[in-house]
């Protein structure tokens, strides 16, 4: 499911709007109210997402997503995916070349206060995803549809209490799949490119 761009404006109220529950239904207390019902949980989405509930995902796709999900561990790494909102737009700095700095830092009672305010002014950004740039490139202009891009690079998620070291590195690779045009040109981009990938991963991580 994809859904907002984090850091881009306009998130916020979509990520905040409580209707919008499941951005946040993860941890531990969801996993255990999901547990043996991934079928159930996911028909929400397959039927009351959909403009036809009769032909949103066949049967037979509904019932290789249930058991790929109820696996152990699949419904968290999936979740993790919201888990890790917000992701931003992360800017890299260095203190200042004024004499002192890294002393003046060393004996403030804040030093990540300190650090940020002796900071001289960014030198580079670092991006939580890839495919940013794409909209940007094709910011008014009329693109042929259907048009599947992809990306693919390094990606820095600083995301606080919510980063778990061990799970994921705060840098990695990752590529995604962009796909402009209609409802149904995205319906076909998906078969034809990104489930594919979905299922050699699942075979992969068996």
Same mark, same amino acid.
């Given at each position: 499911m994809d859904a907002f761009l984090p850091g881009v404006a306009g998130w916020e109220p979509i990520y905040n709007n409580p209707a919008l529950w499941h951005f946040r239904f993860n941890g531990h207390y969801p996993e255990e109210l999901v547990r043996g019902r991934e079928r159930t949980y996911f028909e929400h989405y397959w039927n009351d997402f959909?403009?036809?509930k009769t032909r949103s995902i066949p049967?037979?796709?509904?019932?290789?997503?249930?058991?790929?999900? @109820?696996?152990?561990? $699949?419904?968290? &790494?999936?979740? !993790?995916?919201? #888990?890790?909102?917000p992701?931003?737009?992360?800017?890299?700095?260095?203190?200042d070349d004024r004499d002192g700095a890294l002393e003046r830092l060393a004996t403030?009672?804040?030093? @990540?206060?300190?650090? $940020?305010?002796? &900071?001289?002014? !960014?030198?580079? #950004?670092?991006?939580?995803?890839?495919?940013?740039?794409v909209y940007a490139n094709l910011a008014g202009r009329v693109v042929a549809s259907p048009t599947v891009l992809t990306a693919q690079g390094t990606c820095w998620r600083h995301?606080? &209490?919510r980063? !778990?070291?061990?799970?994921?590195?705060?840098?990695?690779?990752?590529?995604?799949?962009?796909?402009?045009g209609t409802p149904e040109d995205t319906a076909a981009a998906y078969v034809a490119v990104v489930k594919p990938v979905l299922f050699v991963g699942s075979r992969t991580f068996e």
């Open positions: 959909a403009a036809d049967e037979s796709d509904r019932k290789a997503y249930t058991a790929a999900y @109820a696996r152990p561990g $699949r419904m968290r &790494a999936g979740w !993790a995916y919201f #888990a890790s909102f992701q931003w737009l992360t800017l890299a700095a260095h203190l403030q009672p804040n030093p @990540a206060q300190a650090a $940020r305010d002796g &900071a001289a002014s !960014a030198g580079a #950004a670092l991006p939580p995803a890839v495919c940013y740039h995301e606080g &209490a980063h !778990a070291p061990l799970e994921r590195g705060w840098a990695f690779t990752m590529r995604e799949v962009v796909c402009i």
